[in-house]
């Protein structure tokens, strides 16, 4: 099973369980293509439910697909995987090297809340970081002979 709900402007939360013909495999990369075409700096939640490898003929898809999905990560800032396999996480994170720009973190399934908690808090951390804190300085100021205070840059 592979499910796919959007949560909010721009996150996906995907549900998988169970293993994946190829039929399945098609179905689920055409929702996951068309429910991220307006997404932007996206987040992804897996749960993992009970994972199978996919079929011979589900793999075959995926990898027909790879330069398409390489493209669609790109709208992926950050994706958090619950798991409670210990190989998964460890392939699920070494996944992360092969999608430049997008972060993948993996969490025991039990850590939903912290799995939430890291997807926003790039957010926040953005939003808290000194750059958008820092003051302007104007070339009248600068012009003017006055100086920045070097702590502030």
């Given at each position: 099973?592979f499910?796919l709900?959007p949560n909010?402007?721009?996150?996906?939360?995907?549900e998988?369980?169970?293993?994946?013909?190829a039929?399945?495999m098609?179905?689920?990369l055409?929702?996951?293509?068309?429910?991220?075409?307006?997404?932007?700096?996206?987040?992804?939640?897996y749960?993992?439910?009970d994972?199978?490898l996919?079929?011979l003929?589900?793999?075959?898809?995926e990898f027909?697909?790879l330069?398409?999905m390489?493209?669609?990560?790109k709208?992926?800032?950050r994706?958090?995987v619950?798991?409670?396999?210990?190989?998964?996480?460890?392939?699920s994170?070494?996944e992360?090297?092969?999608?430049p720009g997008?972060?993948i973190?993996a969490f025991?399934r039990?850590?939903r809340?912290e799995?939430?908690?890291?997807?926003s808090?790039?957010?926040?951390?953005?939003?808290?970081?000194?750059t958008?804190?820092?003051?302007?300085?104007?070339?009248?100021?600068?012009?003017?002979g006055?100086?920045?205070d070097?702590?502030?840059l």
């Open positions: 099973m499910k709900i909010g402007i721009n996150r996906l939360d995907i998988m369980s169970g293993k994946l013909n039929e399945e098609k179905i689920a055409d929702e996951l293509v068309t429910k991220s075409k307006d997404i932007e700096n996206g987040k992804m939640l749960d993992v439910v994972f199978h996919p079929s003929g589900a793999l075959a898809v027909s697909r330069p398409a390489f493209g669609l990560m709208k992926f800032d994706a958090a619950l798991t409670d396999k210990a190989w998964l996480k460890k392939v994170e070494l992360g090297v092969l999608y997008l972060e973190k025991d039990d850590q809340t799995a939430e908690a890291w997807l808090s790039q957010v926040e951390n953005c939003l808290m970081s000194d958008f804190f820092r003051p302007s300085v104007s070339s009248n100021n600068l012009k003017n006055n100086r920045p070097p702590g502030f």
